[in-house]
């Protein structure tokens, strides 16, 4: 007899897991046992599934680092018992965690699927049910044994991505996210279609890598026309800081002022690690590909490619936990650790 395929359930909280507040008519997390209720299925998929709630259940725009951590302990507690993993998490920064288990669980055999939904569980036209079904149904797909999707992805409405290139991109439909420069792992209509030449596997011979190790000293800075010095210097100089993302125009272009050279410049020079990044949703970062692009390159600016701005924030996070060798967290950063940019 072939034996029951199993999952472990992880919620964090999100709106799945919330009800109106009677007295502000606002929107919070509910005991977790009165969640159950809401999902008699659960008993019906013929899946052996274990629950563990990351009490008290949170919504994920109050998610921090020790949260991946806690996820990722417990995924790996737990690795052996389970063909895979479902983590019910809010869509705010579900991006931000599916990147960060990621880099945190290197070399995964095994599925961590996200999803969360955009209307609480309890209510009449919720997509929280057809997401958390299938989810797990992918997180329990195999294939001569092997697991079909080994990665760490966000599977929400019909569409599975590979989590660290995903971004939350509405707040209205059930359509909540997008990969914008990678394509779709898999489609689940009437049968869930898998697009195998993009899924990532394994390195053969070799387990599960954990890393759990997170410096959070890094910081955003957003260019627009008119920014101001003192904008740039404030958080370049901001105390104990690392390194910083800079979401720049186009293919990674930036004002000429001498000014914003020098900071730049000055920062890097100080080991602060400068990571260009695209305001475009699609494309590529191509420093020099526009004069307005080559002092960047002079400044000791490095490419962050075709990376979300939300992978990078993490992934910045992660290297610079494990290591504090300037060199080896630059090597991380040009290179594809979890499939999260293309390097060109
Ligand atoms: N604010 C909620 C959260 O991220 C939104 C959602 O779950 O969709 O927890």
Redesign the pocket.
Known sequence: MEKESSVLLLFT????S?SEDPTTGA?RPIDFNRLKEYMPELKQTGVHIKSIPFLPL?????VQPDTWKKLALTIQDNYDEYDGFVVL??????AHSASALSFMLENLSKPIIFT???LPIGMMRSDAKENLLTSIEIATAKENGLAVVPEVCIFFEDTLFRGNRTTKKN?EHFN?FNSYNYPPLAKAGVHIKYYRSYIRYPEPGTGLRLKTEVNPNVAVLKLFPGITQNTVHSILNIPELKAVVLETFGTGNAPRHEWFYEELKTATEKGILIVNKSQCSTGTVEMGRYETSLNLVNAGVISGYDCTTEALIVKLMCVLGESQNIEEVKHKLSISISGEMTVM
């Open positions: 909280g999100g709106t799945i919330m929107l949170i919504d994920s725009s109050d998490h809010g869509t705010d920064t579900m969360g939904s955009q707040a909540a």
